[in-house]
């Protein structure tokens, strides 16, 4: 049973354009979120969180949402850029579970010049 | 700052052949370590975690075992690899936040 799933294996943009990456969860003990950017053959990259208490946190050209009664978050990236292009993964931890990462099964993002 | 290193980069190893990947992690004390492992069009799995020297568990029953020597050290082996053991593994750290970060990741081949 997949707990955390990001249901658009991938997802094209326009440089420039907002890139939205959807991800839902199923458990509602997650109190914390995060989304990592991993380009192939390297590690995943930490971009940004949020606690179970925000709904909203920025950090330059991304920004993620939180949508506790839907059990969603998304991450936006505006403006997109061809560096951007990589593989998102969302991730959820519980204090109750000792903070262990939950992955969804990612999204790749391509974003064309 | 902290640094998490991995070796080897990439691995080609056959069928029945054991397995030894490292993990090393510098600049923190007593980090939490974590094995993941990537499977080609899939997402990250945990494998093992651990919250001390000596301290391991697993996530998922397989033919792999990890081990913590030292405290800023993970390794993950197998005595013998089968072809489903191929895939891209990761070594995280975290300290007391949430925030895990990444090495950079082994790619493992099977044959």
């Known amino acids: 049973d997949q707990q955390v799933k990001q249901n658009s294996p991938s997802l094209s943009v326009q440089e420039g354009r907002i890139s939205i990456l959807n991800c839902d969860y199923t458990n509602s003990m997650f109190d914390y979120f995060l989304w990592y950017k991993k380009y192939p053959a390297e590690g995943p990259t930490f971009l940004i969180s949020i606690s179970s208490i925000k709904d909203k946190n920025e950090d330059g050209r991304f920004t993620v949402f939180l949508n506790k009664s839907a059990k969603h978050l998304s991450l936006h990236i505006v403006p997109s850029q061809p560096g951007d292009s990589a593989v998102y993964f969302c991730?959820?931890?519980?204090?109750?579970?000792?903070?262990?990462?939950?992955f969804g099964g990612g999204t790749r993002l391509m974003v064309k010049p | 700052s902290q640094t998490i290193h991995q070796w080897p980069a990439t691995l080609v190893q056959p069928v029945g052949s054991p397995l030894s990947l490292e993990c090393t992690v510098e600049?923190?004390?007593?980090?939490?370590l974590y094995w993941y492992r990537q499977a080609a069009g899939r997402g990250l799995q945990l494998l093992f975690y651990?919250?001390?020297?000596?301290?391991i568990s697993s996530e998922v029953p397989q033919n792999l075992s990890a081990s913590r020597p030292q405290d800023r050290q993970f390794i993950l082996s197998s005595k013998k690899l089968l072809l489903s053991d191929s895939g891209f593994y990761l070594c995280a750290w975290s300290d007391l936040a949430d925030t895990q970060y990444f090495g950079p990741g082994t790619r493992l081949t099977v044959l």
């Open positions: 991730a959820a931890s519980s204090n109750n579970a000792g903070n262990m990462l939950t």
């Open positions: 651990s919250v001390g020297i000596g301290q």
């Open positions: 600049g923190t004390s007593n980090p939490n």
